[in-house]
């Protein structure tokens, strides 16, 4: 038979948008071994894919805007880990972890 021709996309396991209207820097941290495996600082609407953080490992999301912090080991739970690359932590997770910050941050100004 005669040659198929595919078209392979691949994407990043993890995009990072900054929808807030604060600069901030981003980490991604093993929730095991609390070691930061990825950051970055990110302006007001930019998004960041990352290639780098396996998906084999829980990971937390943690958010710095100088005046304001998630503090260490307390950062959003975005993935649980042992999945096949597969994020399962679900939109109520999610929800929850940015009410809980909206919270702390009202708390802290």
């Known amino acids: 038979h005669a040659p198929v021709t595919y078209t392979l996309t691949i994407h990043p396991p993890i995009i990072i948008e900054n929808l807030l209207p604060e600069r901030g820097r981003f ?9 930061v ?16 953080v396996g998906l084999d490992a829980p990971l937390l999301l943690l958010v710095n805007l100088g005046f304001c912090r998630t503090p260490v080991g307390e950062g959003a739970l975005i993935h649980h880990g042992g999945g096949a690359g597969i994020l399962r932590a679900g939109l109520n997770s999610i929800e929850n972890a940015v009410r809980n910050s909206k919270d702390k941050v009202r708390k802290t100004l």
């Open 37 to 52: 495996l990825w950051w970055s600082n990110l302006e007001p609407g930019e998004r960041v894919p990352v290639h780098t």
């Open 27 to 35: 980490e991604l941290m093993n929730a095991v071994t609390q070691s």
